[in-house]
């Protein structure tokens, strides 16, 4: 473990999207390549912490040096996360599908002539709302993403609110931004002292920042 401020610190990080099964072979998932919460893993075990990275099938590779806990579906990744507290911190970077398919079938799904599979959804745990809310054992500091591409600030605020978490990091996604897909990000950081807009810089950068911005919190 590097030496540093968050030393004997336990953090816990979510990354990367989750894949919800439709049937054995098929899923739904979303975009989400996992390079934002890589980068604040990677950061926050910089800064002396030990992180434990609970990550979804994710594009990227995860850093050296953090405990590796590897999910698909949004129950497993809160049951990961369950099992990983006590934390000092959550940081909650992974893009959680919203919902699973609950008549999932256990064999692959049979093309039919003319008929078409009837998938029901129901809504999946809310990871992040769910361990702001905790009443015994909440990490001291929990904080949430949020990505929008309209009323940043207010809609992320409201968010903060509803879910109960600390901070919310928000950004921008709208496509003119580039953000999405892109190396560089534009952050706002909500908590009790307001909104604080930082400069557009590579997701690197903002990892490194969020990451002292934790420790500071934590120390
Ligand atoms: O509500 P929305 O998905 O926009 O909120 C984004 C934040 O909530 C992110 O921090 C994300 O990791 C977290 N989240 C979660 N579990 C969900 C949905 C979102 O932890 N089921």
Not at 41 to 58: D, L
Not at 167 to 190: K, Q, R
Not at 194 to 206: E, I, L, Q
């Amino acid at each position: 473990l590097a030496d540093g401020p968050l030393k004997g610190k336990h953090v816990i990080v979510t990354s990367g999207p989750t894949h919800e099964p439709i049937d054995p072979v098929r899923y739904i998932a979303n975009r989400s390549s996992g390079a934002q919460g890589t980068a604040l893993a990677r950061a926050i075990s910089a800064q002396g912490a030990e992180v434990t990275f609970v990550t979804g099938p994710a594009d990227v590779s995860p850093p050296t040096g953090v405990k590796v806990v590897r999910v698909k579906t949004a129950k497993q990744m809160l049951d990961a996360v369950q099992d990983a507290l006590p934390a000092d911190a959550a940081v909650f970077a992974a893009a959680v599908a919203d919902w699973h398919v609950a008549n999932a079938s256990d064999s692959k799904m049979k093309k039919t002539k003319g008929g078409m599979p009837d998938l029901e959804f129901a809504e999946n745990p809310d990871i992040l709302a769910t361990v702001s809310q905790m009443t015994k054992g909440r990490p001291e500091l929990v904080v949430g993403f949020a990505a929008e591409t309209d009323d940043v600030i207010a809609h992320a605020t409201a968010k903060r609110d509803r879910k109960g978490c600390d901070w919310i990091v928000a950004n921008d996604v709208s496509p003119e931004t580039g953000i999405m897909g892109g190396d560089e990000n534009a952050v706002t950081v909500i908590s009790d002292a307001g909104a604080d807009s930082w400069p557009r810089m590579d997701k690197d950068t903002v990892a490194r920042q969020l990451a002292a911005k934790i420790a500071e919190a934590l120390t």
